[in-house]
């Protein structure tokens, strides 16, 4: 059961760990306001020559050592560290890389130094408070704190002032069994004095994932974790609840403010317990950060097969979590921000010791991998992975027709064993499933087309003759369409591909975050036969057919990082083009100079500017655009080809269908309404003796 500190301490440990972050963090994020608190509860002990001591360590010229093997993919994570804490230099994955050319290994945490030296360290041992005295255990490279054991383990000591052995701290880091993410992280607090002392253990957790080289799509780093339900909600389930809220990374960093050299980050903000930050946490099972493809999240350790309460799935050691910006003055996307893990106290007895576990997983952020590790998928962290946009968008993009589509896509893959064809085959048949619709709702705009056409002249006379009266043009006009037989209903005829829009939209934000899509080549690898030529070499990257010189690389907004010359964006454009030409109805009536200017303008802005903002757009996105709207104009070619060749589109068929169909919902409902006006205005109309109802037998 967790014990809580009383809330003196926890003021005092939080102005600790800031104070301690200090050798890790910029001077400039320390200057700024921090919480006020009284002084002899923020400086405890600072008149008095320390109680406790650090003992010095020596370390090996050549560093510590490495966890794990860059050339061995069947062990997922290859650790780095460092002296500043026993932290990590960096994570790197074995079984993934920067580029096609598999030449760097994709690296998920490194350890950051802004342009003044000042650094940030990944899950690094920070501080450690003694019976309310503060001990800094982070040291340097000058002096090191740490020795190192075996390859991943550290221990430290801390003596009184009279070098007697107090504390033995040990941290162990240890990879997860082969073909599994991350590794486990345990930390042992020895008491070697012959009384007992209260300890508080804090460090850092994860840092920022990487900043992406391309932009394009936005910042898809974010804030995901999960949680269990107050106990009267949670009752017997051992469900951890994950977020739903898709939080970018930008909530934890917050607004900036003035500050004493301009507008600022907050140097550190609590995070959990934090309702507003993370509704619902209070009991937080796991948290980290995540990007388009990878994530990095710290976690309990149990055994799954013996784990007998939900309780047990509950982040523990931990009292608070709070974020620090390595340059609060920097941009959004070029700021660090470090989560801090502030311990619970604990009393460890003469001889006695305290340990505390947590996992890290670190790898694709993709169901099936995660799935397929145990302790992963009990704390039902695949939940966590949503194809979705976010913005405006996100309404529309419905999770579980993400999931059909990412499922279906890989069931493609697995018959023709090429993800460019799986992507063909899947435009395919969601164009199939959506047929129906596609030619009701054709069918009905190219038919109100016509007959908007026919209707022309009449209309135009109409409004000549009452040119100075609107009402009664108003009142000519619906008379005319009734006489002519036309459905103002017609006009919703494009309202079922509208509603198809979701369908597009969760295709689109399923390729875009599928990380099955990286570094895949199309159509077999068939384009790098040609002497390794790089077209549609990835997928997930823009085609790069014709590579530039890093002296001609530039970014935009729009594009992002713009590396080469992409051939299917004006691929796109022709393809557009042709679906303008061939798919545009009619004009329904006579339009003015302006508007014809207007109409044109838009035709080119869609044959022009979408391409332009899909440059820099994954060639997975791109051949997905260019097969719909292929796949679109043959269909509508075949729908008006079945219309023609059966006369659908004859006005005088057109009307005679209309005729003997009668009056449609439309008019029905309009016949409803002047009914009711007519009784409300004049009362029931007389009842007809001749009527069949007055004729039955009584």
């Not at 014809?596 to 838009?602: A, C, D, G, T, Y």
Request: charged share 20%; proline share 7%.
């Amino acid at each position: 059961m967790r014990t809580h500190a009383p809330m003196t301490h926890i003021i005092r440990s939080s102005i600790l760990l800031l104070l301690a972050l200090s050798v890790l963090l910029t001077p400039n994020a320390l200057a700024q306001d921090e919480p006020a608190v009284e002084e002899s509860a923020a400086q405890p002990a600072t008149n008095d020559a320390p109680g406790f001591v650090v003992r010095q360590a020596s370390v090996d010229d050549d560093g510590f050592a490495t966890l794990g093997d860059l050339d061995n993919p069947d062990l997922k994570t290859y650790l780095e560290f460092t002296t500043y804490g026993a932290g990590i230099e960096a994570i790197r994955l074995p079984d993934e890389f920067e580029t096609v050319k598999f030449e760097k290994h994709i690296t998920l945490q490194e350890t950051q130094v802004n342009a003044n030296g000042v650094r940030a360290v990944p899950f690094a041992a920070i501080s450690i408070v003694i019976d309310a005295e503060p001990v800094e255990i982070v040291g340097s490279e000058a002096s090191p704190l740490w020795t190192e054991l075996s390859p991943g383990v550290f221990e430290l000591f801390i003596d009184d002032a009279e070098g007697t052995p107090v504390l033995r701290l040990e941290r162990r880091f240890e990879l997860k069994p082969e073909n599994r993410h991350g590794f486990i992280l345990t930390e042992v607090i020895e008491n070697l004095d012959n009384q007992p002392h209260r300890v508080v253990l804090n460090t850092t957790a994860m840092i920022d994932m990487p900043k992406a080289e391309s932009t394009y799509g936005g910042d898809r780093r974010r804030v995901r974790y999960g949680y269990l339900r107050a106990q009267e909600q949670q009752g017997t389930s051992k469900q951890v609840s994950v977020d739903d809220k898709l939080y970018s990374r930008n909530k934890l960093l917050g607004k900036r403010e003035e500050a004493a050299y301009g507008k600022a980050y907050q140097p550190a903000l609590q995070v959990w317990p934090n309702e507003e930050l993370l509704p619902n946490s209070q009991r937080l099972s796991w948290i980290g950060f995540t990007d388009r493809y990878f994530a990095v999240l710290i976690h309990p350790v149990f055994e799954t097969d013996s784990i007998q309460s939900a309780d047990e799935k509950l982040l523990t050691g931990i009292a608070r979590i709070d974020r620090y910006v390595l340059d609060p003055y920097a941009q959004s996307l070029d700021t660090v921000q470090v989560l801090g893990l502030q311990g619970e106290q604990v009393e460890i007895e003469p001889g006695a010791s305290y340990t505390r576990s947590m996992g890290i997983y670190a790898g694709m952020r993709n169901k099936p991998i995660m799935n397929s590790e145990p302790v992963i998928a009990a704390l039902n962290m695949p939940e966590m992975v949503v194809s979705n946009l976010g913005g405006i968008c996100a309404p529309c993009t419905f999770q579980w027709l993400s999931h059909i589509l990412i499922d279906v896509l890989r069931t493609f893959h697995m018959i023709v064993g090429d993800w460019a064809i799986a992507i063909v085959l899947l435009v395919f048949l969601v164009r199939a499933c959506l047929h129906p619709v596609t030619r009701w709702s054709q069918i009905r705009v190219q038919k109100f087309s016509v007959q908007m056409q026919s209707m022309g002249p009449k209309q135009k006379a109409i409004k000549e003759k009452y040119k100075d009266d609107s009402k009664r043009q108003q009142q000519e006009m619906a008379k005319l369409w009734k006489e002519e037989g036309i459905n103002p209903a017609g006009m919703l005829g494009c309202l079922p591909m509208f509603l198809q829009s979701p369908v597009w939209i969760a295709l689109y934000a399923t390729l875009f975050f599928a990380t099955e899509l990286r570094h895949e080549p199309a159509f077999y690898g068939i384009f790098q036969q040609f002497g390794g030529w790089g077209f549609m070499s990835d997928l997930a990257a823009p085609d790069g057919a014709i590579p530039l010189p890093a002296s001609m690389h530039f970014s935009f907004p729009l594009w992002g990082s713009v590396s080469s010359i992409n051939v299917l964006p004006l691929l796109l454009g022709v393809v557009f083009f042709l679906h303008q030409k061939y798919l545009t109805p009619p004009t329904q009536a006579s339009l003015t100079p302006e508007q014809e200017s207007q109409q044109k303008l838009m035709k080119v802005m869609m044959v022009v500017m979408f391409p332009l903002m899909m440059y820099a757009a994954p060639s997975g996105l791109a051949l997905y655009f260019i097969t719909n709207s292929t796949v679109g104009i043959i269909e509508n070619k075949w729908i008006r080809a079945h219309m023609k060749k059966h006369g659908m589109l004859e006005i005088e068929n057109i009307r005679a269908e209309r005729k003997n169909k009668g009056p449609g919902f439309m008019a029905r409902m309009m016949e409803a309404a002047d009914a009711q006006k007519q009784i409300k205005e004049k009362g029931p109309a007389p009842i007809n003796p001749a009527s069949k109802h007055n004729r039955r037998p009584k």
